[in-house]
C-alpha cells in the first residue's frame, strides 16, 4: 500500500472537509490548544527567565525544573492528570504548558546570562539602569535562543496535543484514535501526516520570525 | 577636576584592591593610570563613574560629592570606553553612538544626525552607519567606541584599556587619533594602561600604581622618566627611560654643521680638499634642491678622478633623516644610529637639507640636557 | 476514583515482578537500542560534515525537519509497515536521536582550536589518527552533552509507544492505569521512567568524567556553551561561517 496515495484519496475526499469532524474543526482544534499551551508557557517562561536570568538567582534551579521536566513522560502526566481532574480542556493545557515552560524558561535564562559581560559593563557604564539593560540590551542579544526554545516549545506541544485525543478531546489526534478503533487505516494516516505538516510548518514559522525579529547585526554574529 | 580623597576598596575576602589613594586630576587634561595588573588602576577608573563604590573615602566630580549623584544620571553625563568597545551587537553603528543620546531623551533625527557628526570627527566614513559592530574591524570598532563615549559631549572622559586589543599599527594610529581629538576638545580624560610607553604618549601627567592600590607617583611623563621615585618605579618604566626622554627635547638644541654638505655637481678632488679641512672622514652630497642623495667617504674620493662630478660616484644610502624644527633629540639619536655614516641628517619641513649631525655632537647636546627640566610637558610631537 | 487513595502499595507489592518488572525490562531495551543506533549514525555523519563543510548545511536543514516530525506521528505511519515489532518505535526515536546528535559532533569537532589541528597536522598525524587521537577526544563533551539530552528525551518518549501497542512503562500508564481509571500504576510508570531517566543521565556523566578529565577544571565554562543546546536540542546555531572573511579590512 501507497502511504502518500492513500493520504491523497483521503484527503481529497470531500467529506473530510466539512462538519464537526472535518479536517478544518480538528486542524482549528489542533491549532487552537497549541497556540494557547504556546503563549500560555511564552508569558510564564520568559519573563522569568528574564529576571533570574538578569539578576543571576535561580539558575540552578530552573536548570534543575528543565531537567525534570524533559524526563517526564508526558502521556503519563497528561493521563494522570485526567484521571484526577476530570476530562476536558483545561486538564491537557495543563500538561500541555508544563511541557512547554521548560525550554522557554532555560533558553531565556541561559541567553539572558549568555550576554557578553563587556556588553553589560558598556550599558551600565554608559547610564542605563537595571531595566534598560534587561530590555535595550539583555531580551534582543537573547532573543535568538529564545525563539530556539519556543521553537522546541511549539514542536513538543504540537505533537503531544495529538495524545490529548486518547482523552476524549479534540484535535488531529482524533483522526488518529478513531482510525484506529474503526480500523480506517487511511484516517489514522491523514490524521498523522497532518500533524507532521503542522510540526514542519511551526519549525518554518520559526525560521521566519527569527529573520523577522532578531537584529542583521545578531543573524550573522551569532555565526562566530 | 576630579579629586580622590583617602579612597580604599576593600572586598569581602579581605583583599585591598585601592589602599588610601588621594588624587587630583586637572580639568581638560589627559591623566593616565598605569601600573602592573592587580594595582587597582581599573578599579580606580571604574569609581569615578561608580561603577564601584569605594569602601571608605570620598570623590568629587567638579566639585560635587558623586555619591550625591543617581549613578545612572551621573555615568550618562561621563563618556565610558571599554577594551574590547563593547558595542551591542543589535544595533548598527550610527544607533549604538546615539545611546546616551537615547537614554538621555534626545529624539531620533537629533540624536543620529549628532552620531553622524560624530563618525567624521573620529573618522568613520558615513556610510559604515548603517553597518553592524562584526562588520568592522577591530580598531574601527574601537573608533565606534570613543565616538558613543562622546556623543553627549561629557566633560570627562574614562578609557579602560582602549587600545589593548588591537594591533600595535593600528593603536598607534587610534593614539593619534586620540590626541588630535583631546587638542581639539579639551576633555577631562582618565586612561588607564599597562603600557608606560602609550602613557608616555598620552599622558598629560601620569599615575603609576604599584601592586596593592597604592600610587606610587603622579607626575608629567617627563618627570617621571628623568626622576622615578623609586626602584619599583624605575623598574616598571624601563631602564632604556633615559633614551625614552630624550623625546621631551627638540632637536632644535643641535646645530648640524653645513660644511661637510656638497652639491652632486662638484667635483671629486674639490669635494676632497674640503673633506679634508673639515677632519671629517664623510660627506653628505645634495642635488640642486639640497635633497639628499648619500653619503661619499674620502677614501672614495681619493680613488677618484679628481676631475668627475661626486654625483657620479658610488653613494652610501643616506638612510633615514630627521627633521629639525619638528623632531626630537630621540629621532636625531635614531636616525645616526641607523646612519652607515653615523651622522644624521637634518631636514627642513620640505625635506632640504639644513646639515649633518655626528653622534659625538649628539653626546655632548644629550649630556647638556641630562640635568635639565625638559622644556615641554609633553613629547615633542612627531615622535612616536 | 475520587475517594480512592493515590498510591496503593499493596498494588505495587502484588504486581512488582510482572507487569511491573517486565515493562521497565522492555522499557531499557526500547530507549537503549534507538539511542546506540542514532550514535552510531550520527558521529560517522557529524565527522564527513565537519570534514566537508559544505555538506552540513543540507545535512543541517534535513536534521531540522527530521527534529520538527513528530514521533508520536511516526509511529502510526510505521505502523502497517514494521506492525507490532519494536522496530514501530526503534526506528522513530532513532531519528530523533540522530537529529539531537548530528548538530553536537558537528558543532564539537568545530570547537576544536585551528592551532591544535595545525600542530597535530605539523608533528606528523595522519588524517584518521588525528581524527581519533585529537579532535574526537575534544569534541567529546560537546558530542555527550547532546547524547545526554537525546537519552533522556528517548527514555521520557519510549512510553508514547505503548499507543500503538508496543510495551515499556507506557503500557502501566495507559493500561492498567488509564483504561482502569488506576492512578497507581501511571505514577509507577512515571516515577520510574524519571528515575531510568536520570540514571542514564548520571552514567553519562560519569563517563565524560572518566574520559575527559582535562575538562573538570574548567566545566563551567564548557556547560556555558553547552545548556542552552542542550536544551534546544538540534538545531541551535546556524552553521558556522569563516567569519572572519566578512569583516571589513582594518582602518
Given at each position: 500500500?501507497?502511504?502518500?496515495?492513500?493520504?491523497?484519496?483521503?484527503?481529497?475526499?470531500?467529506?473530510?472537509?466539512?462538519?464537526?469532524?472535518?479536517?478544518?474543526?480538528?486542524?482549528?482544534?489542533?491549532?487552537?490548544?497549541?497556540?494557547?499551551?504556546?503563549?500560555?508557557?511564552?508569558?510564564?517562561?520568559?519573563?522569568?527567565?528574564?529576571?533570574?536570568?538578569?539578576?543571576?538567582?535561580?539558575?540552578?534551579?530552573?536548570?534543575?525544573?528543565?531537567?525534570?521536566?524533559?524526563?517526564?513522560?508526558?502521556?503519563?502526566?497528561?493521563?494522570?492528570?485526567?484521571?484526577?481532574?476530570?476530562?476536558?480542556?483545561?486538564?491537557?493545557?495543563?500538561?500541555?504548558?508544563?511541557?512547554?515552560?521548560?525550554?522557554?524558561?532555560?533558553?531565556?535564562?541561559?541567553?539572558?546570562?549568555?550576554?557578553?559581560?563587556?556588553?553589560?559593563?558598556?550599558?551600565?557604564?554608559?547610564?542605563?539602569?537595571?531595566?534598560?539593560?534587561?530590555?535595550?540590551?539583555?531580551?534582543?542579544?537573547?532573543?535568538?535562543?529564545?525563539?530556539?526554545?519556543?521553537?522546541?516549545?511549539?514542536?513538543?506541544?504540537?505533537?503531544?496535543?495529538?495524545?490529548?485525543?486518547?482523552?476524549?478531546?479534540?484535535?488531529?489526534?482524533?483522526?488518529?484514535?478513531?482510525?484506529?478503533?474503526?480500523?480506517?487505516?487511511?484516517?489514522?494516516?491523514?490524521?498523522?501526516?497532518?500533524?507532521?505538516?503542522?510540526?514542519?510548518?511551526?519549525?518554518?514559522?520559526?525560521?521566519?520570525?527569527?529573520?523577522?525579529?532578531?537584529?542583521?547585526?545578531?543573524?550573522?554574529?551569532?555565526?562566530? | 577636576?576630579?579629586?580622590?580623597?583617602?579612597?580604599?576598596?576593600?572586598?569581602?575576602?579581605?583583599?585591598?584592591?585601592?589602599?588610601?589613594?588621594?588624587?587630583?586630576?586637572?580639568?581638560?587634561?589627559?591623566?593616565?593610570?598605569?601600573?602592573?595588573?592587580?594595582?587597582?588602576?581599573?578599579?580606580?577608573?571604574?569609581?569615578?563613574?561608580?561603577?564601584?563604590?569605594?569602601?571608605?573615602?570620598?570623590?568629587?566630580?567638579?566639585?560635587?560629592?558623586?555619591?550625591?549623584?543617581?549613578?545612572?544620571?551621573?555615568?550618562?553625563?561621563?563618556?565610558?570606553?571599554?577594551?574590547?568597545?563593547?558595542?551591542?551587537?543589535?544595533?548598527?553603528?550610527?544607533?549604538?553612538?546615539?545611546?546616551?543620546?537615547?537614554?538621555?531623551?534626545?529624539?531620533?533625527?537629533?540624536?543620529?544626525?549628532?552620531?553622524?557628526?560624530?563618525?567624521?570627527?573620529?573618522?568613520?566614513?558615513?556610510?559604515?552607519?548603517?553597518?553592524?559592530?562584526?562588520?568592522?574591524?577591530?580598531?574601527?570598532?574601537?573608533?565606534?567606541?570613543?565616538?558613543?563615549?562622546?556623543?553627549?559631549?561629557?566633560?570627562?572622559?574614562?578609557?579602560?584599556?582602549?587600545?589593548?586589543?588591537?594591533?600595535?599599527?593600528?593603536?598607534?594610529?587610534?593614539?593619534?587619533?586620540?590626541?588630535?581629538?583631546?587638542?581639539?576638545?579639551?576633555?577631562?580624560?582618565?586612561?588607564?594602561?599597562?603600557?608606560?610607553?602609550?602613557?608616555?604618549?598620552?599622558?598629560?601627567?601620569?599615575?603609576?600604581?604599584?601592586?596593592?592600590?597604592?600610587?606610587?607617583?603622579?607626575?608629567?611623563?617627563?618627570?617621571?622618566?628623568?626622576?622615578?621615585?623609586?626602584?619599583?618605579?624605575?623598574?616598571?618604566?624601563?631602564?632604556?627611560?633615559?633614551?625614552?626622554?630624550?623625546?621631551?627635547?627638540?632637536?632644535?638644541?643641535?646645530?648640524?654643521?653645513?660644511?661637510t654638505?656638497v652639491g652632486d655637481?662638484v667635483q671629486a678632488g674639490r669635494a676632497r680638499e674640503l673633506a679634508l679641512?673639515?677632519?671629517?672622514?664623510?660627506l653628505?652630497v645634495?642635488?640642486?634642491?639640497?635633497?639628499?642623495?648619500?653619503?661619499v667617504?674620502t677614501?672614495t674620493l681619493?680613488?677618484a678622478?679628481p676631475?668627475?662630478v661626486v654625483?657620479?660616484l658610488?653613494?652610501?644610502?643616506?638612510?633615514?633623516?630627521?627633521?629639525?624644527?619638528?623632531?626630537?633629540?630621540?629621532?636625531?639619536?635614531?636616525?645616526?644610529?641607523?646612519?652607515?655614516?653615523?651622522?644624521?641628517?637634518?631636514?627642513?619641513?620640505?625635506?632640504?637639507?639644513?646639515?649633518?649631525?655626528?653622534?659625538?655632537?649628539?653626546?655632548?647636546?644629550?649630556?647638556?640636557?641630562?640635568?635639565?627640566?625638559?622644556?615641554?610637558?609633553?613629547?615633542?610631537?612627531?615622535?612616536? | 476514583?475520587?475517594?480512592?487513595?493515590?498510591?496503593?502499595?499493596?498494588?505495587?507489592?502484588?504486581?512488582?515482578?510482572?507487569?511491573?518488572?517486565?515493562?521497565?525490562?522492555?522499557?531499557?531495551?526500547?530507549?537503549?537500542?534507538?539511542?546506540?543506533?542514532?550514535?552510531?549514525?550520527?558521529?560517522?555523519?557529524?565527522?564527513?560534515?565537519?570534514?566537508?563543510?559544505?555538506?552540513?548545511?543540507?545535512?543541517?536543514?534535513?536534521?531540522?525537519?527530521?527534529?520538527?516530525?513528530?514521533?508520536?506521528?511516526?509511529?502510526?505511519?510505521?505502523?502497517?509497515?514494521?506492525?507490532?515489532?519494536?522496530?514501530?518505535?526503534?526506528?522513530?526515536?532513532?531519528?530523533?536521536?540522530?537529529?539531537?546528535?548530528?548538530?553536537?559532533?558537528?558543532?564539537?569537532?568545530?570547537?576544536?582550536?585551528?592551532?591544535?589541528?595545525?600542530?597535530?597536522?605539523?608533528?606528523?598525524?595522519?588524517?584518521?589518527?588525528?581524527?581519533?587521537?585529537?579532535?574526537?577526544?575534544?569534541?567529546?563533551?560537546?558530542?555527550?552533552?547532546?547524547?545526554?539530552?537525546?537519552?533522556?528525551?528517548?527514555?521520557?518518549?519510549?512510553?508514547?509507544?505503548?499507543?500503538?501497542?508496543?510495551?515499556?512503562?507506557?503500557?502501566?500508564?495507559?493500561?492498567?492505569?488509564?483504561?482502569?481509571?488506576?492512578?497507581?500504576?501511571?505514577?509507577?510508570?512515571?516515577?520510574?521512567?524519571?528515575?531510568?531517566?536520570?540514571?542514564?543521565?548520571?552514567?553519562?556523566?560519569?563517563?565524560?568524567?572518566?574520559?575527559?578529565?582535562?575538562?573538570?577544571?574548567?566545566?563551567?565554562?564548557?556547560?556555558?556553551?553547552?545548556?542552552?543546546?542542550?536544551?534546544?536540542?538540534?538545531?541551535?546555531?546556524?552553521?558556522?561561517?569563516?567569519?572572519?572573511?566578512?569583516?571589513?579590512?582594518?582602518?
Open positions: 500500500m501507497n502511504l502518500f496515495l492513500e493520504f491523497w484519496l483521503w484527503i481529497s475526499d470531500p467529506a473530510q472537509w466539512s462538519g464537526g469532524a472535518g479536517i478544518p474543526t480538528r486542524l482549528g482544534q489542533h491549532v487552537l490548544y497549541s497556540a494557547q499551551a504556546l503563549a500560555l508557557a511564552t508569558l510564564i517562561g520568559v519573563p522569568v527567565g528574564l529576571v533570574t536570568g538578569h539578576t543571576g538567582r535561580g539558575g540552578f534551579l530552573t536548570a534543575s525544573i528543565a531537567n525534570f521536566a524533559r524526563a517526564l513522560p508526558t502521556i503519563g502526566v497528561l493521563m494522570l492528570v485526567v484521571i484526577a481532574v476530570g476530562i476536558g480542556v483545561a486538564p491537557v493545557m495543563v500538561a500541555l504548558v508544563a511541557l512547554a515552560v521548560p525550554p522557554i524558561l532555560v533558553n531565556t535564562y541561559e541567553g539572558v546570562r549568555g550576554v557578553d559581560p563587556q556588553l553589560k559593563d558598556a550599558a551600565q557604564g554608559m547610564g542605563m539602569r537595571g531595566h534598560e539593560v534587561l530590555l535595550k540590551l539583555e531580551l534582543p542579544v537573547a532573543l535568538p535562543l529564545i525563539l530556539l526554545g519556543m521553537r522546541t516549545a511549539a514542536i513538543q506541544v504540537v505533537s503531544t496535543a495529538t495524545i490529548a485525543a486518547y482523552v476524549g478531546i479534540g484535535g488531529l489526534g482524533r483522526f488518529i484514535v478513531d482510525g484506529q478503533a474503526r480500523r480506517e487505516f487511511d484516517m489514522v494516516v491523514g490524521g498523522s501526516l497532518l500533524v507532521v505538516a503542522l510540526a514542519v510548518l511551526v519549525t518554518l514559522m520559526f525560521y521566519l520570525l527569527r529573520r523577522f525579529l532578531v537584529a542583521p547585526g545578531l543573524r550573522q554574529a551569532a555565526a562566530k | 577636576m576630579i579629586t580622590f580623597t583617602g579612597i580604599t576598596k576593600r572586598y569581602p575576602d579581605g583583599t585591598i584592591a585601592v589602599d588610601d589613594l588621594d588624587i587630583e586630576i586637572p580639568a581638560g587634561r589627559t591623566t593616565v593610570f598605569v601600573g602592573p595588573s592587580g594595582c587597582g588602576k581599573t578599579t580606580s577608573l571604574r569609581m569615578i563613574n561608580r561603577m564601584v563604590e569605594p569602601t571608605t573615602g570620598l570623590i568629587t566630580v567638579e566639585g560635587q560629592d558623586i555619591r550625591d549623584r543617581d549613578p545612572a544620571v551621573l555615568r550618562r553625563s561621563i563618556g565610558y570606553v571599554i577594551q574590547q568597545a563593547g558595542l551591542f551587537p543589535h544595533r548598527t553603528i550610527v544607533d549604538n553612538i546615539a545611546t546616551v543620546p537615547f537614554l538621555l531623551g534626545w529624539g531620533k533625527p537629533r540624536a543620529r544626525a549628532r552620531a553622524r557628526e560624530l563618525m567624521e570627527l573620529v573618522g568613520l566614513q558615513p556610510e559604515q552607519a548603517k553597518r553592524y559592530p562584526h562588520q568592522l574591524s577591530g580598531g574601527q570598532q574601537q573608533r565606534v567606541g570613543v565616538a558613543r563615549a562622546l556623543a553627549a559631549d561629557p566633560p570627562v572622559l574614562l578609557m579602560d584599556e582602549p587600545f589593548s586589543a588591537v594591533d600595535p599599527v593600528v593603536r598607534t594610529s587610534l593614539q593619534d587619533e586620540l590626541i588630535r581629538l583631546q587638542a581639539e576638545l579639551h576633555k577631562t580624560i582618565v586612561f588607564v594602561t599597562h603600557d608606560i610607553d602609550e602613557a608616555v604618549k598620552l599622558g598629560d601627567s601620569i599615575a603609576v600604581f604599584r601592586p596593592g592600590g597604592k600610587l606610587a607617583q603622579l607626575d608629567t611623563p617627563e618627570r617621571l622618566l628623568a626622576n622615578p621615585v623609586d626602584s619599583f618605579v624605575e623598574g616598571f618604566i624601563g631602564y632604556d627611560r633615559g633614551v625614552r626622554r630624550l623625546s621631551f627635547f627638540p632637536a632644535r638644541l643641535l646645530t648640524p654643521r653645513t660644511d654638505v655637481d679641512r673639515s677632519g671629517e672622514p664623510w653628505l645634495v642635488d640642486g634642491e639640497r635633497g639628499p642623495r648619500g653619503w667617504s677614501e681619493g680613488a678622478d676631475g668627475t654625483g657620479s658610488d653613494l652610501v644610502d643616506y638612510g633615514h633623516v630627521f627633521t629639525v624644527e619638528t623632531d626630537s633629540l630621540r629621532a636625531a639619536l635614531d636616525a645616526a644610529v641607523l646612519s652607515p655614516a653615523g651622522r644624521a641628517v637634518g631636514v627642513d619641513a620640505d625635506g632640504r637639507v639644513v646639515g649633518v649631525v655626528a653622534q659625538s655632537e649628539l653626546g655632548s647636546a644629550i649630556w647638556s640636557v641630562g640635568a635639565e627640566e625638559a622644556p615641554t610637558a609633553e613629547p615633542v610631537r612627531s615622535d612616536g | 476514583m475520587g475517594d480512592q487513595p493515590l498510591i496503593r502499595w499493596d498494588w505495587i507489592a502484588r504486581n512488582w515482578d510482572d507487569p511491573v518488572g517486565t515493562r521497565l525490562l522492555e522499557h531499557i531495551q526500547l530507549a537503549l537500542v534507538p539511542i546506540l543506533i542514532g550514535l552510531l549514525i550520527a558521529v560517522p555523519l557529524g565527522v564527513v560534515c565537519a570534514r566537508w563543510r559544505w555538506l552540513y548545511p543540507s545535512v543541517f536543514t534535513g536534521v531540522n525537519i527530521l527534529y520538527a516530525v513528530p514521533s508520536i506521528a511516526l509511529f502510526f505511519l510505521l505502523l502497517p509497515y514494521t506492525g507490532f515489532t519494536q522496530w514501530t518505535a526503534i526506528i522513530p526515536l532513532s531519528l530523533y536521536t540522530l537529529a539531537i546528535l548530528v548538530p553536537n559532533v558537528v558543532d564539537g569537532l568545530y570547537q576544536v582550536p585551528q592551532h591544535v589541528r595545525q600542530a597535530a597536522i605539523a608533528m606528523g598525524f595522519s588524517p584518521l589518527r588525528r581524527l581519533i587521537q585529537v579532535e574526537l577526544p575534544i569534541a567529546l563533551p560537546v558530542a555527550i552533552a547532546g547524547l545526554r539530552v537525546a537519552a533522556v528525551a528517548t527514555i521520557s518518549m519510549v512510553s508514547v509507544a505503548s499507543l500503538v501497542g508496543l510495551g515499556g512503562l507506557g503500557q502501566l500508564i495507559l493500561t492498567d492505569g488509564f483504561r482502569r481509571q488506576f492512578p497507581t500504576p501511571i505514577i509507577v510508570g512515571i516515577v520510574l521512567s524519571v528515575l531510568l531517566a536520570f540514571l542514564v543521565d548520571g552514567l553519562l556523566v560519569l563517563m565524560q568524567r572518566l574520559l575527559t578529565p582535562w575538562t573538570r577544571g574548567s566545566e563551567r565554562a564548557a556547560r556555558r556553551t553547552s545548556a542552552a543546546r542542550r536544551e534546544a536540542g538540534a538545531g541551535t546555531t546556524a552553521p558556522a561561517t569563516d567569519t572572519g572573511s566578512r569583516r571589513a579590512e582594518a582602518t
